[in-house]
C-alpha cells in the first residue's frame, strides 16, 4: 500500500514536496488555507519570479540550518523546471527566471505536475492541530480531518500574511518542543527618521550601503537605493534589513554616494565643480552627479543652510570637508522595526537543532519541515525561492521514502 502523506502549505515548498513525494509513489493531500495554491509566487520577482540563482553561494543565505548546506548544493534548479517544462533564462547579475517572464506559467507548471502525479489539493483548508493515534498522524483542520502516514508542515514564514503567511502554526510547535528562533521581517525597507528622507520621496541614487552597528561596519552592499518617505529601500537595502531586524536602533545605514572614488579623487572634484559653478546657486553644485533635489538636500544637512552662490558657501574648506562627509558616510539611524507586511521573507523560524538531516522533527518522528517555516533566509537574487524548491523537494522524498 502507498504511504499517505500530507502536506500543509500549498506553496513553493509544499507543491515541490508534494511532486517529490507522489514522484515516489506516495499517496499526498496539499491542505492549504487559502482558496488557491500558489498565491505567493505569483507575486514573487514583481511578478516575473527569480525563481533561483546561477551562484548559489551559502555566503548569501542565513540562519541555524547547517543542513541546508547539502541540500542546497545537491538540488539543480534549472533541472527542476525543465523537467517541469518550464524553460530558464539568467541575467547577468545571476538571477533565474522562466522563459516566460511569467510567475503565473511557474505555478501552473507546478499545479499541473500535481495534477499529473495524482496530488489532492483541498483548499480553504487551514491546520489547526496535530496528533498521534495509533502511529498514524491526525490533522485538524478547521472544516475537516485528515490522517496520513507522514505530515510535512510547508506553511511558510509570517512575513506577507496577504499571502497566508503569518506563523500560524510556530505555537504549537513549540508546545511539542521544538525550539522556534524568534521570527523577524527581512528583505523589507529600513525605517529611519522620516526628516531625513520625506523631501526625497521617490528619489533614487546609486549608492555603496554599509549597515553599521557600534561603530562596525557588519555588511555592505552596492546598488540603487530609493527613499520613501519614512523608510530607505531598494535591493541593496533589502539585503542589510535583517540587520536591522536585529539590531534595531543600534545600527545606522551609511550611504557613500561617491563610492568609486577614492577620498582624494573625492575632493579633487568637488573642488572642480566649485570652481566651475561658483557663481552658481547651491543647489546646481552636484547636478552631474546626483538627482538635484538629493544633491540640494545634502548640502543643506551638511552646511545646515543650501542658499547662496557655491563659491561663498564653499569658501572655507571646512565646508567643502562637511560635503565630502555628507557625500561619502551620510548617516540614516534605524528608526523601528519594519512590519511583516513589508516584508518579502522571515528571519527565524524552526532552528536546525530541532530537524535532523533530513529535516525530520527531532520531537516527533514523521514529521517534516521545508522551506521559510525553517530557520533559514537568503538575501534577494532568487535564493529564498531555490530553498523553497530545494528543501520541498528533499523532504518530500524523505518523507515518501521513510514513512
Ligand atoms: C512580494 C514577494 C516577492 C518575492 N519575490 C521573490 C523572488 O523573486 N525570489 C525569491 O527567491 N523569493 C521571493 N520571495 C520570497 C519567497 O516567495 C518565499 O521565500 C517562498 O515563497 C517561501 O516558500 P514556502 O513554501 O516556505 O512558503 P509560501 O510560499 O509562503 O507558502 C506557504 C503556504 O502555506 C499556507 N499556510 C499557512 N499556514 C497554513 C495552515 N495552517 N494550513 C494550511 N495552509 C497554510 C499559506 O497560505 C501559503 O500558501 C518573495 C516574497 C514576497 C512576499
Known amino acids: 500500500m502507498s504511504k499517505q502523506i500530507l502536506i500543509a502549505g500549498g506553496g513553493a515548498s509544499g507543491l515541490s514536496a508534494a511532486i517529490a513525494a507522489a514522484e515516489c509513489g506516495a499517496q499526498v493531500t496539499i491542505l492549504e488555507r487559502l482558496p488557491r495554491v500558489g498565491k505567493k509566487i505569483l507575486a514573487t520577482g514583481n511578478g516575473r519570479c527569480n525563481l533561483g540563482h546561477a551562484g548559489k553561494e551559502l555566503a548569501h543565505y542565513h540562519g541555524t540550518l547547517p543542513q541546508a548546506k547539502q541540500i542546497l548544493q545537491q538540488f539543480d534548479t534549472v533541472r527542476f523546471f525543465r523537467k517541469l517544462g518550464v524553460l530558464t533564462r539568467t541575467d547577468s547579475e545571476g538571477r533565474q527566471y522562466p522563459c516566460s517572464g511569467a510567475a503565473a506559467s511557474v505555478l501552473d507548471a ?8 495524482g496530488v489532492s489539493i483541498c483548499c480553504d483548508t487551514k491546520l489547526t492541530a496535530l496528533s498521534q493515534q495509533g502511529g498514524r498522524w491526525i490533522a485538524e483542520c478547521e472544516n475537516a480531518r485528515y490522517s496520513a502516514d507522514a505530515v510535512i508542515l510547508a506553511a511558510g514564514g509570517s512575513a506577507s500574511p496577504v499571502n497566508g503567511t503569518d506563523g500560524n502554526l510556530l505555537p504549537m510547535l513549540e508546545r511539542m518542543g521544538h525550539r522556534i528562533i524568534t521570527p523577524l521581517p ?11 528622507v ?15 552597528v557600534e561603530g562596525k561596519i557588519r555588511k555592505q552592499e552596492r546598488g540603487e537605493v530609493q527613499f520613501t518617505e519614512t523608510a530607505l529601500s531598494g535591493i541593496c537595502i533589502f539585503n542589510l534589513s535583517r540587520l536591522a531586524a536585529v539590531y534595531g536602533d543600534r545600527m545606522t545605514v551609511s550611504l557613500n554616494l561617491l563610492p568609486d572614488r577614492t577620498a582624494q579623487e573625492a ?10 559653478y561658483a557663481d552658481a546657486e547651491a543647489d ?15 548640502i543643506k544637512q551638511a552646511l545646515g543652510k543650501a542658499q547662496g552662490s557655491i563659491g561663498t558657501l564653499f569658501a572655507s574648506s571646512k565646508a567643502r570637508e562637511q560635503l565630502l ?18 516584508a518579502q521573507v522571515t528571519a527565524g523560524g524552526i532552528s536546525g537543532q530541532s530537524v535532523d538531516r533530513n529535516l525530520e522533527s527531532r520531537c516527533a518522528k514523521g514529521l517534516y519541515f521545508c522551506g521559510e517555516l525553517l530557520d533559514l533566509d537568503g538575501d534577494c537574487g532568487g535564493y529564498n525561492l531555490e530553498w523553497a524548491w530545494a528543501s520541498g523537494s528533499y523532504v518530500g522524498k524523505a518523507a515518501a521514502q521513510n514513512a
Do not use: H
Not at 201 to 210: L, T
Open 110 to 117: 507546478l499545479r499541473l505536475a500535481c495534477e499529473r502525479l
Open 186 to 196: 527581512a528583505l523589507c525597507p529600513i525605517p529611519t527618521n522620516p526628516n531625513l
Open 198 to 212: 520625506r523631501s526625497l520621496k521617490g528619489m533614487r541614487v546609486q549608492a555603496m550601503a554599509s549597515a553599521i
Open 267 to 276: 575632493t579633487q572634484l568637488l573642488s572642480e565643480l566649485i570652481a566651475l
Open 284 to 298: 546646481y553644485l552636484l547636478i552631474g552627479l546626483l538627482p538635484k533635489r538629493v544633491g540640494a538636500v545634502c
Open 325 to 342: 562627509r555628507q557625500l561619502t558616510d551620510w548617516r540614516f539611524p534605524v528608526a523601528a522595526m519594519a512590519s511583516f507586511a513589508q
